[in-house]
């Protein structure tokens, strides 16, 4: 079965920090990866994926995130976080095993403490 | 700007009155989607539509429709709205299955 795991619910994180959420997946086949910030009453925004090459990806606002096989995860990382980065963080995976189908994790709320 | 667009952004509704719910988009992408999401959930997948193939989720209500009539707009018509169906619906657009998919601002959906 495929599924995407964000174990954390909250991330709270301080100003100036580094931040990371995590993502662990389940597919068959190849995964492609993805994450997606929502803000409150806003629809997903895409920040960044994961479909071949480097298994690092950077993407916007300062985002990145480090493909891991073995490990199975995508966890989402950011130097030094904002206020602004606070928001709803939405993992998902597909693969063209699962037909192409998107499977989102449960998402993970970051607060940046000022 | 390509953007996807959604109308209205927030939607109010007496229980059993139908509604529908429209998106557009300016990219011309093959495939559009539509998304319930309840209170800060994943997003669960409802429809999709590769041009005009329609492909339904075994498990979305019968009480959901939608109509593609052409690339650039898609549908989503609710025929008896139930409390139960009061969420945030997004649509999004790619350009070909599995492909990164870019979402519209959402229509908040109350039920009275």
């Known amino acids: 079965a495929q599924s995407v795991a964000q174990p954390e619910d909250q991330v709270n994180v301080a100003e100036g920090n580094p931040l990371t959420v995590k993502c662990t997946y389940s597919?068959?086949?190849?995964?492609?990866l993805f994450w997606y910030v929502q803000y409150p009453n806003r629809g997903l925004q895409f920040l960044l994926k994961?479909?071949?090459?480097?298994?690092l990806v950077k993407g916007s606002y300062g985002f990145e995130a480090e493909f891991n096989k073995s490990q199975t995860s995508f966890h989402l990382k950011k130097p030094s976080a904002l206020v602004s980065d606070s928001a709803l963080y939405f993992c998902?995976?597909?693969?063209?095993?699962?037909?192409?189908?998107?499977?989102f994790g449960t998402g993970t709320s970051l607060t940046v403490i000022p | 700007d390509a953007m996807v667009i959604q109308n209205p952004r927030y939607q109010v509704t007496q229980f059993g009155k139908p509604v529908t719910l429209s998106c557009s988009q300016t990219?011309?992408?093959?495939?559009m989607y539509w998304y319930q999401q309840k209170s800060s959930q994943a997003p669960k997948l409802l429809f999709h539509?590769?041009?005009?193939?329609?492909?339904n989720e075994a498990d979305t209500p019968d009480n959901f429709q939608s109509r593609r009539p052409n690339t650039s707009f898609c549908f989503l018509d609710i025929r008896s709205p139930g409390l139960g169906d009061a969420a945030m619906y997004l649509c999004?657009?790619?350009?070909?299955?599995?492909?990164?998919?870019?979402f519209g601002p959402g229509t908040r959906l109350t039920v009275l």
């Open positions: 999004a657009t790619s350009r070909h299955d599995g492909d990164t998919q870019y």
């Open positions: 597919v068959s086949g190849n995964p492609y």
């Open positions: 994961y479909i071949t090459g480097d298994n």
């Open positions: 998902a995976v597909s693969s063209l095993n699962t037909g192409n189908q998107f499977y």
């Open positions: 990219l011309n992408h093959n495939v």
């Open positions: 539509y590769y041009d005009k193939d329609f492909n």
